[in-house]
Structure formats: C-alpha cells, structure tokens
C-alpha cells in the first residue's frame, strides 16, 4: 500500500499529462470563423446601403407607383416609356457629355500638377494643401459661390467687363449652363486625384530614372517611358472614379439649376431626372428604371477601362 501510495503521489507530481487529440482543421475553423466575424459589419453595411437599394430599385422598376396609391405590376413597360422618352436621352446625352469632358481634363490636369508637385520646389507644402483644398469642400457651399462667379453681375463678368468684354449669364443661358458646371467640377476634383498622383508618382523606384538619366532619356522620353506605364494602376483607379462620379452628378446641378435642370434641360443629368421623376412627377417606376439603366452603364464603362488600363505595367 505504502509503494502505491508513492507510486501514485510521485506519478501525479511529476508526469506530463496527457495531450488532446487534436481535430484536423480545427484552428483553420476557428481563424475562418473569426475572419467571417469581423466581416459581417461590413457585409450588413454593404448589403443594407449597397446591395439592398439596388435590388429594391430593380423591383420598383417593374412596377408603376406615385408614393401614395398602390402599386401596380407594369413588367417592362417603365423601360419601354423611358426608351420613347426624349427627355431622357437629353439627360443621357448631358450625362455623356459632362463625363466625356470632365474625366479626361481633371486627369490631365491632376497629372501635370502632381508632376509638378513632386519635384523640390519652394512653398512645395503650401500649394499641395491650397490643390487639395476644394476636394475637403463642401459641395454645397463651393456650388453657392460658383453660382454668385457665374451671376450676369457676378464676379466673373465684372472682370471681363474690366477687360472690354462682355460675358452672358452663363447659368441661364443653354450654350453655357453645362460648361460652367464641368469647369467648376474640374476645379474640385482635381486637387483629389492630383494627390493620388503624386502617391503614385512617389511609388516609382528611384533607380529607373536614374538608369535613364545614364543613357542619356530626355525629361520628356522618360515621363513617356517609365512615369506614365508605371502610373497605370493609378490612372485606372483615377479614371474608374471619374466616370462613377461624373455619371452620378446630381448636387452640382441642382443647385445651380435650382432643381429644374435648366436653361431648357442643357443640365439635367440621369440622377437629376431620377430625382424629378420620383418626387416632381410621381413616377416612381420610371426613376427605378432610369436607376438601373444608369446601374448598366457604370458598369459596361468600368469593364470597358478595365480592358484599357486595367493591366500593370512591369519592368
């Protein structure tokens, strides 16, 4: 009794215990498990403000409602109306417009200052932030003072006035209403994408324009050469946000146009007539199809830059 008593004192003081079969692909459940947990905030989000609206955009689309009466099942026939409508193909036709100037002239321009930027010059940090600054703007309140620019009293004609010439009044004249909006979209969004840019631009190793300065590149050969390939997952990403941006333009124009899309709809966009279908006209089906149609073409115009300037550029 007193050896197993020993025995069995020393055995649980000094063995190691047993260890646990361990289940295969258990921590690979629990790491998934976590992963999945820290997700799911941002997938309700998505599918609460992203994924939601638009499904349920779809589902009005088929149906034809005024916010008051009940709904009644139309199928198609909000598509078809919106098809025969000139109205419509006048706010597409704006939208194009306003999309086909702006993106490429903001990225330009963003480029060039951007390069500009990137070099050592004097009060470098000062002019980054005074281009940067219409981008932390409030939209709202730039389109205000942009609407007193453009008044035919305003400041912009009292200095052409100053220079012997006389301007219109560009927001209530047709020929103009629309250009007055894109120059005033460019002035805001290039200061954004001119600090993507420069990331961009500081992103390029060092040692490739230091090889082309060896054989003898010219500054314009080496920007054509190395700075712009390089810059090709920039300007994809520069570019996809323009044409999104641009193709959902709606604050700008209805406050300069105080909500009519005039001079004689020369501003109406699609999301501004989305907007006037719904709560002006009480169509309520004819601006989920509108929503939709716009839904199709953001994504046919981002699949089409993916297959132009989606692909990196290595050496």
């Known amino acids: 009794m007193a050896v197993e008593r020993v025995q069995t004192g020393s055995r649980t003081r000094g063995a190691i215990p047993p260890r646990r079969a361990r289940v295969p692909g258990s921590g690979r459940w629990r790491e998934a498990r976590a992963g999945l947990l820290f997700l799911l905030p941002s997938v309700v989000l998505l599918f609460v403000f ?11 689309s088929l149906f034809s409602w005024n916010l008051l009466n009940h709904m009644h099942f139309v199928g198609l026939s909000n598509f078809s109306g919106l098809w025969d409508l000139p109205l419509f193909w006048t706010a597409v ?33 000062f002019f980054r932030l005074a281009f940067f ?3 932390i703007s409030s939209s709202a309140a730039i389109s205000i003072i942009f609407m007193w620019i453009y008044n035919k009293f305003g400041i912009l004609n009292s200095l052409l006035t100053s220079l012997h010439l006389y301007g219109p009044n560009w927001l209530a004249n047709p020929v103009y209403a629309l250009k007055a909006i894109m120059i005033m979209n460019i002035w ?7 600090v993507v840019f420069l990331a961009g631009l500081q992103s390029i190793p060092r040692e490739l324009y230091e090889a082309a300065a060896i054989d003898g590149a010219a500054a314009w050969q080496t920007f054509r050469s190395i700075t712009v390939p390089l810059l090709r ?31 004689l709809h020369s501003t109406t966009t699609i999301v501004l007539l989305v907007y006037q279908f719904i709560f ?27 297959r132009w300037l989606g692909t990196a550029t290595e050496y």
Do not use: C
Request: charged share 5%.
């Open 133 to 135: 600054f219409p981008a």
């Open 50 to 60: 992203v994924a939601g609206p638009a499904l349920y955009a779809f589902y009005l």
């Open 233 to 263: 997952p920039t300007t994809f990403f520069i570019v996809v946000m323009g044409v999104i941006g641009t193709l959902q333009m709606f604050d700008q124009s209805f406050i300069l146009s105080q909500g009519t899309g005039g001079p």
């Open 280 to 306: 002006s006209y009480g169509k309520v089906g004819f601006g989920a199809a509108a929503t939709v149609l716009l839904f199709v073409f953001t994504l046919l115009a981002t699949l089409g830059i993916n």
């Open 93 to 125: 036709g704006n939208t194009v417009l306003f999309a086909g100037v702006v993106v490429p002239t903001q990225t330009l321009i963003a480029l060039g200052i951007a390069a500009l930027m990137n070099q050592h010059l004097p009060a470098r940090g």
């Open 188 to 194: 805001t969004t290039s200061g954004y994408f001119m």
